[in-house]
């Protein structure tokens, strides 16, 4: 059986510590539940209980202009928020109208053999995001690298809001 394991990269400093999260526990609420339902499936459990949730550790507004992204922060300053943020140049993005950026998340996530890991958007959270978090997979144990969360922005003049705790991506 493949071990996963993750830690921080580089140097955190505490208010960024948000560890990531098994999906809660479905409960049955039905007193008449058989036992045959979809929570009972071996495939969907299999599925559901191989999610971590990753959250936004900071507050943080992005705003899509026509010269870029400017991102700010109530928690922490614009020179700390800069070295947690990759922007991306115009050769980079594939339409100049839906600008992207990532967010350092600074998690490394390992296996003792290969092991697919796949990022997906928070799908199962309300608060599902207008544009585009960017998806991937890779094997993390030949491919070691910290993560990052990516988002496309649909068009220029869009804001995102994100609040200390959110999912940002499974």
Known sequence: M???GWCWTGPIPELL??????LPKLTVKNKDYNKRGVIDC????????????????????AISTKDGIEINSDEVDTQHLQSLVTF???????????????FNLRYLFIADEPCLMEITPPFLHRNSYKDGVVGGSFN???????ISWGYVFNKIGETLEIK???PLCY
């Open 2 to 4: 493949t071990t996963v």
């Open 17 to 22: 510590i948000l560890e990531p999260e098994k």
């Open 42 to 61: 071996p495939s969907f459990a299999s599925w559901y209980n191989s999610y971590y949730v990753l959250k936004s550790p900071v507050n943080f507004t």
């Open 88 to 102: 991306h140049n115009n050769n980079d993005m594939y339409d100049l109208n839906k600008p992207m950026f990532q």
């Open 140 to 146: 993390i144990h030949s491919w070691v690298r910290s």
């Open 164 to 166: 200390r705790g959110d």
